[in-house]
Structures are given as C-alpha cells and as structure tokens.
C-alpha cells in the first residue's frame, strides 16, 4: 500500500520560515520524480516545486529563490524548505510522487501565513 504522509505545516507570521517533510513507503522512492503542489481556497491547484529521481529541482516563478526542495532517499522522504513565506503562500501543501505510469498523492499539510 502506498503512503505518503506530509508534515510541517502550520501557523506563521510573514517573513517566517517552515519545512514540510513528506515521507512515502510503498514505493521504490529512489525512482520516483517528486513535487510539493498547494491549494488555496477557491483556487486549483498548483506546482510548487519538483525534484527529479536524478535530483534535478524545478520551481514555480513564485516561490524561486524563498522555497528549495531537497529528498533524503535513504529515508524516503522529500522535504520543502520555505523561507520568506507571504500571505499568498497559505495554502494546503501536497505531495505527489510520480513516474511515467503512476502518480500518487498525500492527503497534504496546512499552511497560514498570518499576522
């Protein structure tokens, strides 16, 4: 059965930092490209950012030089370092571990940028 639990959200002032971790089993997680997608209220969804089997990263023009994303295959987890998070970063945060058949998400981890 596969798996992928995200944590890391939560309440933060603007300006503030935060890492999501997402952590899969069920998955050979060392070929699957990764990514971290959000969704606001009344909005689609949208990428974040991905990282590739290889390592190669891809961010969305909004969050390029706040958010990295990085993955630990030896724990089989892909995190999502956000720094200088703003308003218009809340959003649910969700990961989605891909390849070129399948595609599996997490139930995903809230974050409120807030004063």
């Known amino acids: 059965q596969v798996q992928l639990v995200e944590s890391g959200g939560g309440l933060v002032q603007p300006g503030g930092s935060l890492r999501l971790s997402c952590a899969a089993s069920?998955?050979?997680?060392?070929?699957?490209?990764m990514g971290w997608y959000r969704q606001a209220p009344g909005k689609q969804r949208e990428l974040v950012a991905t990282?590739?089997?290889?390592?190669?990263?891809n961010y969305a023009d909004s969050v390029k030089g706040r958010f990295t994303i990085s993955r630990d295959n030896a724990k089989n987890t892909v995190y999502l370092q956000m720094n200088s998070l703003k308003p218009e970063d809340t959003a649910r945060y969700y990961c989605?571990?891909?390849?070129?058949?399948?595609?599996?998400w997490g139930q995903g981890t809230q974050v409120t940028v807030s004063s």
């Open positions: 990282i590739s089997s290889g390592g190669s990263t």
């Open positions: 069920g998955i050979i997680f060392s070929i699957y490209a």
């Open positions: 989605k571990a891909a390849n070129v058949r399948l595609n599996y």
